[in-house]
């Protein structure tokens, strides 16, 4: 699809501004035909200078006709022809005639003589100049108007293909990670739906067993229902930030978000042995929306909890400092982290994006994680990143303080 639509526009953008590049060029060679005309009877007023014609020599007026006319008693005094004129006598007096007819003293005849004449009392005097004599200038000068057509426009079409390119780029890398989107969601989907399948049909061989006796295939369906629902809801929310759909927007108070999350997390740590601990500036508001800004801290918390190793000594601290585009609040969550490589570290805020094998420890993370946390920062005018160093990994939120509501007058 890509590429049909790269050719499109390269056809259209090529057809438009060729057309006009023709149109310039062809206006272009008429006005220098026009020139090469002037030239010829800048030459023709030249040879009305010499008072005698019938002195010139037939050598020194190549593709020239020169004659006298008697309008009196309508004859033609005198003619001279010069070599390459092109026509027989028969044809060069007709062309006269007509000449003599015209209301102009200048100008081009037919598409063959380039004509101007005087009439000094009762005589008329002509010169005729042949279009086809030494015609070379025309030759070259259509010639270089060809090469420069072609040159042009194999030059534009070149131009065309790699600005398609370019602005196609974007295009084609959302489009890319659509497919691959729509690719991994699908396999996400496959497996809990081929469980729930696989764990329906037990329960319906079974058919006589009481419910109690089945509740280990019910308690699997259970499972994977949840962890589907989860997996649909995150989805959902990632194709509504994409389609631009955003919430709206409050002062709120992100201290008091992120002490709420910590403070419902800490029994979880607890629980599984876990070592955390946090540190919160109070009072630091920002311009936001609450239920996503502890979505934010719940997933790193929960990333932390699932991916930290040995007792995770979980660190979460919020802070304020200024920089030149104003004070902003920085969160980072830290924890004792397998190794990681940078490109694996690059990777971690990619949909369904997960390290190995041995980074799932059995939890039913879905990859999708990380990809809504920096969702949601971009929502907010913000920044995520994460950084490895030292057997630890730390992920760094900012966002810009001191914003408010602006209120209608």
């Known amino acids: 699809m890509i590429s049909k639509l790269r050719t499109k526009i390269i056809v259209y953008s090529f057809l438009s501004v060729g057309i006009v590049f023709l149109i310039g060029l062809v206006v272009l060679l008429g006005i220098g035909y026009a020139r090469l005309n002037d030239d010829r009877i800048a030459r023709l007023d030249n040879e009305f200078a010499i008072q005698r014609w019938q002195a010139v020599p037939t050598d020194s007026i190549g593709g020239m006709v020169l004659a006298e006319y008697d309008l009196s008693s309508e004859q033609l005094l005198f003619k001279r022809v010069g070599e390459g004129v092109g026509q027989s006598d028969e044809q060069i007096d007709q062309t006269l005639q007509r000449v003599v007819a ?11 003589m380039v004509y101007s004449r005087r009439v000094e009392g009762d005589i ?4 005729l100049y042949s279009r086809g004599y030494n015609s070379s200038k025309e030759t070259k000068y259509l010639i270089y108007t060809l090469i420069a057509l072609v040159v042009g426009s194999v030059a534009y079409l070149i131009i065309c293909y790699f600005l398609a390119k370019m602005a196609l ?3 084609e890398t959302t489009w890319k990670r659509q497919r691959q989107f729509v690719a991994d969601a699908s396999h996400e989907l496959k497996t809990p739906l081929a469980v729930i399948r696989a764990n329906t049909d037990l329960v319906v061989a079974h058919k006589n067993a009481t419910v109690a006796s089945q509740m280990q295939w019910i308690d699997n369906i259970r499972f994977e229902t949840d962890r589907m629902t989860g997996l649909v809801s995150d989805l959902l929310f990632l194709a509504k930030n994409d389609e631009g759909l955003k919430e709206q927007l409050d002062t709120v108070d992100l201290s008091e978000c992120v002490e709420a999350v910590a403070l419902a997390q800490e029994t979880l740590f607890y629980e599984q042995g876990q070592e955390f601990s946090y540190e919160i500036v109070p009072h630091l508001t920002v311009l936001g929306n609450d239920g996503q800004l502890k979505q934010l801290v719940t997933i790193l918390l929960d990333n932390a909890n699932k991916y930290s190793v040995g007792k995770g000594n979980v660190r979460l601290t919020l802070d304020s400092f200024p920089t ?3 004070k902003v609040a920085q969160l980072e969550v830290s924890n004792d982290s397998m190794e990681l490589t940078d490109e694996q570290t690059e990777h971690l805020f990619d949909r369904f994006y997960t390290v190995d094998q041995a980074r799932d420890k059995s939890h039913t993370g879905n990859g999708l994680g990380l990809a809504i946390a920096q969702t949601i920062c971009e929502n907010h005018e913000g920044e995520i990143n994460a ?10 939120v900012q966002l810009p303080l001191n914003r408010t509501v602006a209120t209608k007058k």
């Open 102 to 112: 015209k209301r102009s003293d200048k100008g081009v005849f037919g598409i063959s």
């Open 124 to 127: 008329m005097r002509i010169a």
């Open 169 to 171: 780029r974007p295009v």
């Open 324 to 326: 030149i585009a104003g």
């Open 387 to 396: 950084e490895y160093a030292d057997g630890r990994i730390a992920f760094t």
